[in-house]
């Protein structure tokens, strides 16, 4: 199963670009990498998904490195709604699975400041 | 488009009692649910995934017989918590998939508050 590692914190002013960086080493050859927001008692929001190179939404950019073993989240021109946290995922690894289970690791709290 | 709800949004029940939680896709057919739970301050953790007309399969670690799951249609799927106790109490999260890849998005609902006495 493909582990995460995000940062636990990161602090931003409002206005500038937040890049989140996550690892994910033991990514396998089908996962695909998920990264969702949530705050404070709600269910988390889908964000932005990709397989490699770019992807591009109206809300963020995702960048994933050849190699595939890590991936950036990068949000443009935070504001105060954006505190919250982010969480990175890689898809269940089973090959052939329908499943697509989710497993969430710690995610990284972002603090935007006025 | 792809909505998910969850009902009720808050619940307290007393010690021993049974609570059901509903998790409904408003707006598209999910062929699975999963169901999370999340205690202060920690991360969501799976608990069981749930598939339309089967079993639901559970995570490690996760009581069956004290997480009750049903998927009876392509639109809900409810989560019976059984003789609930305090240590019950937390933050319990469905997500439906309208897809049957498992790079399909999941969407998840508001989240359902339970608390225990």
């Known amino acids: 199963l493909a582990k995460t590692t995000q940062p636990i914190s990161m602090d931003s002013y409002e206005g500038q670009e937040v890049n989140i960086t996550c690892s994910h080493n033991?990514?396998?050859?089908?996962?695909?990498i998920t990264w969702y927001q949530q705050f404070p008692s709600q269910g988390p929001r889908f964000i932005i998904q990709?397989?490699?190179t770019k992807v591009t939404n109206e809300v963020a950019s995702l960048f994933i490195p050849a190699d595939r073993k890590s991936s950036t989240l990068s949000l443009p021109r935070v504001s105060l709604s954006d505190t919250a946290v982010y969480y990175c995922?890689?898809?269940?690894?089973?090959?052939?699975?329908?499943?697509?289970?989710?497993?969430f690791g710690r995610g990284t709290q972002l603090t935007v400041w006025p | 488009g792809a909505v998910v709800s969850q009902h009720p949004s808050r619940v307290i029940c007393k010690s021993g009692t049974s609570v059901k939680i509903e998790c409904r896709s408003l707006?598209?057919?999910?062929?699975?649910m999963f169901w999370y739970r999340q205690f202060p301050k920690q991360s969501l953790m799976l608990m069981a995934t749930?598939?339309?007309?089967?079993?639901?399969?559970?995570e490690q670690g996760v009581e069956k017989d004290k997480f009750l799951i049903n998927h009876a249609s392509l639109t809900l799927s409810t989560l019976t918590v059984t003789s609930a106790h305090p240590e019950d109490s937390s933050f319990y999260i469905c997500?439906?998939?309208?897809?049957?890849?498992?790079?399909?998005?999941?969407?998840f609902g508001p989240g359902t508050r339970l608390t225990v006495l």
């Open positions: 997500s439906a998939r309208a897809g049957l890849a498992s790079t399909d998005t999941q969407y």
């Open positions: 033991n990514i396998a050859t089908n996962d695909y």
């Open positions: 990709g397989y490699k």
């Open positions: 995922l890689v898809g269940d690894p089973l090959r052939g699975s329908t499943l697509g289970r989710l497993y």
């Open positions: 707006d598209f057919q999910a062929t699975t």
């Open positions: 749930s598939n339309e007309g089967s079993k639901a399969t559970y």
